[in-house]
């Protein structure tokens, strides 16, 4: 198998300038909901990429679980190693790839906690197995054998059983806060249309780059 002779020309459409909000959340919106018409398999999933604190990159999934001219959030464990890395470097970096519309968005920004009072929001519309799930795995920590991590969930299942499942100490939410979001559409022969809004002094600017 040759991998380098694996290809495909990305047609389905393209971007231009008069296209475009001149609001990047708007135009998020605007690309978010046209990938959930799509019925693109976990549209909100989004690759977060954190630096630790001796230079390591490090890249996994997350799932938007709101946005607003705030920023876009999401919830973790705050023990994981991707917290970690946020605290010690809180410059992150957020892809949506939604390569089955030739799409992408890049958003890079400030990722700052949440209120307790959101957190708790969140965590109390989940459903009673991931809040259990919240408590039982110690995100991030080597364990010896699956079935000592349903140990570890038959435990707490037992704890809170008949009862409402509260908000973990060490769980809840971040916000990015960006800087940067940049829309990409796939064009013919690697010459994809590229649109960068960039904060400046308050204010959103919009650019072309080149692919």
């Known amino acids: 198998m040759n991998i380098a002779d694996y290809r ?29 018409k799509s019925d693109y398999p976990d549209a909100n999933a989004m690759s977060l990429a954190t ?30 190693d991707k917290a970690q890395h ?8 957020l892809l949506f790839s939604w390569l089955q519309v030739d799409r992408q968005i890049e958003i890079r920004g400030t990722a700052k906690k949440v209120s307790n009072a959101e957190s708790a929001e969140y965590f109390g519309s989940r459903p009673e197995g991931s809040q259990l799930g919240a408590w039982a795995s110690h995100q ?27 908000l973990p100490d060490n769980w809840g939410g971040y916000r990015v806060i960006p800087e ?7 064009r013919e022969n690697r010459l994809h249309d590229r649109f960068e809004y960039r904060l400046k002094d308050g204010a959103w600017e919009l650019r072309r780059l080149q692919p």
Do not use: H
């Open 8 to 36: 495909r020309e990305y047609t389905q459409s393209g971007l231009n300038r008069a296209d475009l909000e001149t609001d990047p959340f708007r135009q998020f919106e605007r690309w978010f909901s046209q990938a959930l």
């Open 51 to 80: 630096v630790s604190e001796d230079g390591k990159p490090s890249l996994r999934t997350v799932l938007l679980k709101g946005f607003d001219a705030k920023g876009f959030t999401f919830f973790t464990n705050y023990d994981s």
């Open 86 to 93: 946020i605290a010690s470097n809180d410059q992150v970096c």
């Open 140 to 166: 991030s920590q080597p364990i010896d054998t699956r079935e000592q991590l349903m140990g570890q969930l038959e435990e707490v299942t037992e704890r809170f059983k008949g009862k409402s499942v509260p």
């Open 180 to 186: 940067s979001i940049e829309f990409w559409q796939g």
